[in-house]
């Protein structure tokens, strides 16, 4: 364990020891400020798969939930992906099991399955092509498909189909526990409280609550439409990490904070000490078994591919 150093320290001593092992530092939105910070890349699930495919650094830290470090274990096989808090998952990701996919995909033969990045190595294998927040509609539409089996995000499989009527969409029943709480009478009050101000929504809220939002958006997204919009004011309907980059992202804009309970306890178990510990002894390594890896890498390239 490092000694405790004050976070300017910390910062400076990631970045030194970063350099030393030739490590990319990559941190996901809701990651904690300090955290997101020190980092050489802060993005959306998509922005950073691409950046995991994309590297020349020989180690990745990843600082973000464990389907994300593992996509970049599947997009980078050579290279050495560390997570510095490997107990970092996400719930929704568990709620489909690559046993339970391989049977629904054996009800619905000939059926594609689009499966969110929110999922396992083994999930992953088991699908055609995967997507993320920010390219869902996108991907959904690629396929020229009538009918798509999507998981594990009913939530995101609603938001789709509302966009692609012509598409039917048959969704897993998994949802983030984080964005699936959000109530309608929240949003209520807060466009009650904030009248001029423009709510953003991430898709994995519940459809009654996305219907009520100006935009619908990923995270990275959202960070770009809040600098160009001409609002000056935003409900923001996702996790509270978000708020630290759009301060950031446009600077003098107001940004209100849903409620404080739109916290995902897993994006904030990665601390500035865990990150560092992870530079100085190499720990933890992500691996995912090379056949899952190799069956899983196909799903995600032609994702990344889409452009
Ligand atoms: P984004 O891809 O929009 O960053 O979302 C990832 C995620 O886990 C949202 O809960
Ligand atoms: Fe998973 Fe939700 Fe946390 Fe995103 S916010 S990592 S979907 S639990």
Redesign the pocket.
Known sequence: MSPVLDPVAAAEEIRERAEERDAVILA?N?QRPEVQDVADFVGDSLGLSRQAAATDASVIVFA??H??AETAKILSPHKTVLMPEPGA?????DMLTGAQLAEWRAEHPGVPVVTYV?SSAEVKALSDICCTSANAVEVVRSLDAPRVLFGP?RNLAAWVGAQLPEVEIVAWEGW????DDVTVAQVLDAMEAHPTAEVLAHP?CRPEVTALADAVLSTSQMLRHAASSTAEEFVVV??EGLLHALAKAAPGKRFVNLTPRML????KVTTLPKVLDSLVDMHTEVEVDPATAEAARGAVERMVALG
């Open positions: 996901h809701y973000g939930v389907f994300m998952g996400c719930p929704m990701a929110n995000d983030c526990p984080t964005h994995e996702t996790e995902c306890p897993n994006m």
